[in-house]
T-cell receptor, first 113, second 113 residues
């Protein structure tokens, strides 16, 4: 079975650029999560979709971060404009629903110069 | 909303000994608790979970205990092996709202041969 697929695995951006990260969830999963992982802050929720509807938009991340799910098999996370403090690993996860553990992709490591 | 505290930031054990990682949560309504393992440069890998209708679950060398009164759950890794060395994350599903997952800060486990 295909797991969660994230592309690219690595991204390097200049400050002020727009970058788009991609995620393909496990087929049939209804819930999709975007997390940011840093050593200091740990795992922070950016967005959460259920059946393509946005359930949570991560509060503090609203202004420059936008996640979309145009169909059930593909999601994007846009960061615009990027700042050096956005350097982190971005993780996408999907779940079949309540009481089913989210399954994670391998992540995208973003470096903003 | 839910908060999860993971008590051990690092843990070292000798090969063959048991390792115990403890987490506490704040929301009495939380009912589902997955655990994840993360190896260097990879995403989070689901290892075991527990639902609030039981207080113990075992999968091979992994045991999860849940104490709902104390709002505490723990991961026990028995007969540890060097390949168990990784960062382990506990999580709780936030039932007060939209069912997102809240993660602990992670425990870096080192198994010494």
């Amino acid at each position: 079975d295909a797991g969660v697929t994230q592309t690219p695995r690595h991204e390097v951006a200049e400050k002020g650029q727009t970058i788009i990260l991609k995620c393909e969830p496990v087929s049939g999963h209804n819930d999709l999560f975007w997390y940011r992982q840093t050593k200091i802050q740990g795992l922070e929720l950016l967005s959460y979709f259920r059946s393509k509807s946005l359930m949570e938009d991560g509060g503090a991340f609203k202004d420059r971060f936008k996640a979309e799910m145009l169909n059930s098999s593909f999601s994007t996370l846009k960061i615009q404009p990027t700042e050096p403090k956005d350097s982190a690993v971005y993780l996408c996860a999907s779940s079949a629903g309540h009481n089913q553990a989210p399954l994670f992709g391998e992540g995208t490591r973003l470096s903003v110069l | 909303g839910e908060k999860v505290e993971q008590h051990e930031s690092t843990l070292s054990v000798r090969e063959g000994d048991s390792a115990v990682i403890n987490c506490t949560y704040t929301d009495t309504a939380s009912s589902y608790f997955p655990w994840y393992k993360q190896e260097a440069g990879k995403g989070l890998h689901f290892v075991i979970d527990i639902r609030s209708n039981v207080d113990r679950k075992q999968s091979q060398r992994l045991i999860v205990l849940l104490d709902k009164k104390a709002k505490r759950f723990s991961l026990h890794i028995t007969a540890t092996q060097p390949e168990d060395s990784a960062i382990y994350f506990c999580a709780a599903r936030d039932n007060t709202g939209n069912y997102k997952y809240v993660f602990g800060a992670g425990t870096r486990l080192k198994v010494i041969a």
